[in-house]
């Protein structure tokens, strides 16, 4: 069992930057590949980036390659989205997922899910 707690967000003005940090809580979680979505409102949830249990590989969606870095800390059961370059368009609530591979995590079938943060970009 993993239980996910998100933290880092808020409001920001465009351009600026935010760190995501998700708490994970269970042993197996160092076994686990980990994700971010987002669900902006009116809108479904969608992949933002995703990262293996080793930390040796990533993937991202297209519209926050380059501005975005997923990352993790087996060590301290942390995962962390650094976002920098925020647009507007960035407004959403993120989640934090787990899943037993990056591609189940990119594909939405995350075992466990966090309860999300808000973030929000003004102009």
């Known amino acids: 069992q993993v239980r996910l707690v998100e933290s880092g967000g808020g409001l920001v003005q465009a351009g600026g930057s935010l760190r995501l940090s998700c708490e994970a809580s269970?042993?197996?979680?160092?076994?686990?590949?980990m994700g971010w979505f987002r669900q902006a409102p009116g809108k479904e949830r969608v992949f933002v980036a995703s990262i293996n249990w080793s930390g040796s590989s990533t993937s991202y969606q297209d519209s926050v390659k380059g501005r975005f870095t997923i990352s993790r800390d087996n060590a301290k059961n942390m995962v962390y989205l650094q976002m920098n370059s925020l647009k507007p368009e960035d407004t959403a609530v993120y989640y934090c997922?787990?899943?037993?591979?990056?591609?189940?995590?990119?594909?939405?079938?995350?075992?466990?899910w966090g309860p999300g943060t808000q973030v929000t970009v003004s102009s």
């Open positions: 269970g042993s197996i979680f160092r076994t686990y590949a």
């Open positions: 997922a787990a899943g037993r591979s990056s591609a189940l995590v990119a594909g939405g079938a995350s075992d466990y």
